[in-house]
């Protein structure tokens, strides 16, 4: 009989128990029967969702209170879960009373078991759920595999579940252990496996309790170590190797097996930093090493901590082992070193901007330096930022460092970072530089021009050697990094000057790119302030649909002497000044609207001797005219000058003008 035909069956006979209270003992099992029996006796609702879940403080206490045998289940869980993997299933794990403890499974039937509270937190004795493997697992105390339509509630027959208890040493339940997925993928053996887990968690229980904590580590770690990502080596106070998992072999660069039952010193031809806390009895955290080897040096972070026996003597150390490029990793994550722009970000269409963006894209599938000159806000570390993500290192760290704006006494050591005693105040274990941070990404050193002499000459060598050496340290630390130099400053002149290495700048200067300033990029004025009009506004939280075009002449009549960055002020002062509706020229700075006036004013007169004469004899003239045609009216004449009472004052006196005198 196929799949099909038996959930047909079951089905029909489902549907015979629930609106006759017939058994069809032809085809229910006798443990599905009596657990029907027991659903109707306790007024199951076999149509409901029976959705008793606990959650916030009330879980986290029940978890709490589980903790123990929640530990000693989750490496059986997930070596479980392995077997089913990618088959939509899930693992389960429940206490006594049938609340749920800790799920593990595919995304996929994770989802479509919330729905039902298959998650942690639900309940699933058989007076919430009905008949289902963990409530009758329970109530029979055996192991129990329920299919599709033999669960009481419809909302359930989706399911096929696996289960069996788990009992303490004492023999007294202690939870249950559960494999639930989709019927159409159920297998036969799926309990087999369960039963086996279940087993396996309850001689952990019992070896708990009748032996040792290093005795219990000794026969059970191999399992828990191999299934952790971090390294983890374990010394007696002999200086034996007693246990290693196959990722601290990697990162010590030895063979685990051919490692275990001799001495330390005889496999690494040196005293580990770890087997001085057998002697001290001190343990530390995330002690930085470095460890030559044969194959070169091993550069990792060690936590160690001391065994103890009973007594309280030492009888040996175990120390976790972290990659220390899993450790940038994840400092650059948790400190924002990442790149956050792409070339979509970058806004223009002027050719200036254009044939920089080009020569960026070429750097971006380059691993050539580069070296990005423009003046203060134009958006270099945008374009920085560009490159990184548009190359083969966008997955690697992007880490940023203004020379500039580092005190000359700090700045190697920020670069280069330093060693435990460096220098006064120097932090204890010592710290990387901004070089090892970016190790597999890009650094970007912005403001290059204003580095000291002598730290140009350490970077040089950097560059060339591709190996950090720290302040006050002696290991050679190899980094793989790709470098982008900004400067608003001509280096060539600051090579002639003696202010900039030459031998650097030949090589930093190998892809250069020119960020134009904003003056020299008409086309894309309005471009960009409708851009950044629109993300100001959504930052803000205003209701700005764009800019008047007064607005939008005056920006353009403007040379924006601070570039993008000053535009971005600018609209960003605008917008918050609008309640809604268009960006008017009111809301633009008097200096902003008096540059505009002066250049590109509405008046035909201004206009025709803007090419003959100063720009301070034309606002000399502007204002004389103005106060004439309104009577020495100072309101009226300020209006009209598109300027405030209290600078049209200040401009009279600069130009010495009498009001009095007007005619």
């Keep these: 009989m196929s799949a099909a035909q038996d959930v047909q069956l079951l089905n029909s006979a489902w549907e015979s128990y629930v609106s006759k209270a017939q058994v069809e003992k032809n085809i229910i099992r006798p443990v599905v029967a009596h657990s029907w029996q027991r659903c109707k006796l306790l007024k199951v609702d076999p149509y409901g969702q029976g959705s008793w879940e606990i959650k916030g403080m009330e879980l986290r206490e029940k978890v709490q209170q589980h903790q123990h045998l929640i530990q000693l289940a989750r490496p059986f869980m997930e070596n479980l879960y392995n077997f089913v993997k990618g088959s939509g299933f899930q693992v389960v794990l429940a206490d006594a009373h049938g609340f ?18 298959l998650c942690p937190g639900g309940n699933w004795s058989e007076r919430v759920k009905g008949t289902n493997a963990i409530g009758t697992a329970i109530v029979e105390q055996r192991p129990v595999q329920i299919f599709a339509h033999e669960h009481f509630v419809q909302a359930n027959h989706f399911i096929t579940c696996s289960a069996a208890p788990i009992l303490d040493p004492d023999g007294q339940l202690a939870g249950v252990l559960d494999v639930t997925g989709d019927y159409r993928f159920a297998n036969p053996h799926t309990l087999g496996m369960v039963v086996a887990a279940a087993y396996a968690i309850e001689n952990q229980l019992r070896l708990h309790k009748a032996t040792s904590k290093l005795y219990m580590a000794y026969k059970y770690s191999n399992t828990l170590m191999e299934s952790m990502s971090d390294g983890i080596i374990s010394i007696d106070n002999s200086g034996i190797i007693t246990q290693i998992n196959s990722v601290g072999g990697r990162i010590l660069g030895v ?28 343990g530390y955290e995330d002690k930085e090493i470095i460890l030559d080897r044969p194959t070169g040096p091993k550069h990792f972070t060690s936590t160690t901590k001391p065994l103890l026996d009973d007594q309280g003597n030492i009888i040996g150390v175990v120390a976790t082992l972290r990659e220390i490029k899993a450790v940038r990793e994840l400092v650059s994550r948790m400190a924002g070193a990442q790149a956050r722009f792409t070339f979509e970000d970058i806004i223009g269409i002027s050719q200036p901007m254009q044939e920089a ?3 960026a894209k070429v750097a971006a599938d380059s691993i050539s330096t580069v070296l990005i000159q423009g003046e203060s806000g134009t958006g270099k570390e945008l374009f920085a930022q560009a490159i990184h993500n548009g190359g083969s290192r966008k997955e690697g760290p992007f ?14 050591s920020e670069l280069f970072g330093y060693d435990e005693g460096a220098f006064t105040g120097a932090k204890k274990g010592g710290r990387p530089g901004k070089f090892e941070m970016a190790n597999g990404g890009t650094l970007f050193l912005d403001e290059i021009g204003d580095m000291p002499l002598e730290t140009q000459v350490k970077l040089l060598r950097v560059l060339q050697e591709k190996m950090v050496v720290r302040v006050g340290g002696q290991k050679v630390i190899p980094v793989d990094i790709r470098v982008i ?19 650097l700048y030949y090589r930093l200067n190998v892809i250069n790119i020119n960020v134009p300033p904003l003056r020299e990029r008409g086309e894309d004025l309005s471009l960009l302030t409708k851009h950044l009009t629109a993300k100001v506004a959504a930052r803000l939280g205003k209701d700005v649909t764009g800019a008047a075009p007064g607005f939008l002449a005056r920006v353009k009549a403007y040379s924006w002497p601070g570039n993008v960055r000053e535009l971005e002020n600018v609209v960003e002062r605008a917008v918050n000044l609008a309640n809604s509706g268009g960006l008017l020229e009111e809301y633009l700075p008097d200096q902003i609207r008096e540059a505009s006036i002066l250049s590109y004013g509405d008046d035909p007169i201004l206009n025709e001797m803007a090419n003959l004469k100063s720009l301070k004899d034309l606002e000399k003239e502007a204002i004389l005219k103005a106060l004439t045609h309104h009577q020495r009216n100072i309101s009226r004449a300020a209006a009209t000058l598109g300027i405030g009472r209290n600078t049209l004052y200040r401009k009279l006196k600069e130009y010495g003008i009498e009001v009095e005198e007007v005619m």
């Design 100 to 117: 749920l403890l800790e799920v593990i499974g595919d995304s996929d039937i994770l989802e479509r078991t919330r729905m039902i509270h």
């Design 357 to 359: 963006i080009g020569l």
């Design 399 to 412: 880490v940023a460092i203004n020379c500039a704006a580092m005190p000359r006494d700090l700045i190697e």
């Design 485 to 503: 130099a900004a400067t608003h400053k001509d280096l060539a002149s600051a090579v002639e000057k003696g202010d900039f290495r030459l031998d």
């Design 255 to 282: 063979d685990p097996e051919e490692s275990v039952g001799r001495k330390a010193m005889e496999v690494f031809q040196r005293p580990l930093p770890m087997e001085e806390v057998i002697k001290t009895g001190k």
